[in-house]
């Protein structure tokens, strides 16, 4: 493995690897646990939804201007940017510490901002500094990182929480993720300058994106079902461990297990996935993330969630990695699609953040007139199955048979 990474990566992609695996660090000691501490705050699923709600908004909202900003000025400005705004966003809740609850719609926003900056910049500086030939492996590199992280940190949290005073121990952790971030603003100034000429053409894109007879179309309709899922998913999964266990130390235990079981996945999917390969691989991953939710209808406890995450985590980089391949393949076959990288990836985003807030207002209604814990699940049945609808959107742009164009 370590000589298909020296041979396929250079400088550049480990220097973007860096600032992944820390933003990967930080976002696993502390937002892991982020709707944890506000649930203990008020214990309410609606400030949950509201919070994560405004989040999204945020992100596609800021999508739109830092794809202008990244096309006017430099991509790297705007990761930098959206490192930087995360930073603050922990220095925030360590300011406002238990009144946080009392302004969740803010901090969402807050947050979302920072997000949004980063994954735009993140995602075009993915797309110039990798190939068709070695995006795979760097996908299974960078998912293999972000495991290895995802292995340390929560177990460490869950630990410094419980061992000491609670509400002390998560301000502990949001300052390790404060100075995490800061490192990562400083390996960002190692990146090149990276800025593009040309207009903002993003209403362009958009209009390809309607076009059906072309697979820009395909990719947008998969990455918003893509987004209902994440939507739920990436917040729920986490409190619902809490919430069967009542223990930090467990959740941050839960996700060190499962991103030890992503670990070995990325590794296996990094040296054995090729293009040929993806869509079985996708298939394969969707039917299975749909089945590991199934334990959790019938048994609700810690243990039928961590069957549920460590099936998430092991099936995932199967169905993922195809798909992050397949969208930026699209966006790189023409010249022309290449000009246009940075509002491709606005474009793809926005549908993605489309189904995310799809999702959450859905939940938002749900826990309205179902709040119990266990009605939940009932809600998340059909979510869970979303990712077979995605793969089957997707492979309308990987037969071949469209031609992306402008």
Known sequence: MKQLIHKHLDREAWYLLTISALHAISLALSNTFLNVYLWKLKQNFLLIGWYNL???????????????????????????????????FYLTVLFLGTSAADYVVLLGFFIGVGSGFYWLAFNVLYFEI?????????????????SLAGIIAPILSGWIITRINHFTGYRIIFW???????????????????????????????????????????????????????????????????????????LGTFYTVCNLVSLISYYFVGKWMTPERRIKAMFVGAIALGVCFLPYLFLLNTWSMFAFGIGIFLFFPFYYNPILSIVFDVIGEKVENVELRVEYV????????????????????????????????????????????TWWLIRKAANGKRVAST
Do not use: C
Not at 77 to 86: K, M, T
Not at 368 to 380: C, E, F, M, Q
């Open 130 to 146: 990798t190939e068709r030939e070695n995006r795979d492996y760097f996908n299974g590199i960078s998912g293999f990182t972000n």
């Open 54 to 88: 405004t989040y999204h908004i945020s992100v596609a909202v800021t999508f739109v201007f830092a794809g202008w900003l990244t096309k006017k000025v430099d991509r790297v400005i705007a990761i930098r940017l959206g490192v930087a705004i995360q930073a603050l």
């Open 346 to 389: 606005v474009s793809r985003e926005l549908a993605l953040n489309i189904g995310r807030i799809l999702s959450v207002f859905g939940f938002i209604i749900w826990i309205s007139y179902y709040p119990d814990l266990i009605h939940i699940r009932w809600y998340l049945l059909p979510i869970a199955f979303m990712q077979v609808l």
């Open 176 to 250: 390790i993720s404060l100075g995490i971030f800061i490192a990562a603003v400083i390996v960002s100034f190692f990146l090149k300058a990276r800025s593009s000429r040309g207009s903002y053409r993003l209403k362009e894109v958009l209009r390809i994106a309607w076009n059906r007879e072309n697979k820009w179309h395909w990719i947008n309709l998969a990455m918003l079902v893509q987004g209902i899922r994440e939507g739920v998913f990436v917040f729920i999964t986490g409190l619902l461990v809490y919430l069967t266990a009542r223990s930090e130390l467990t």
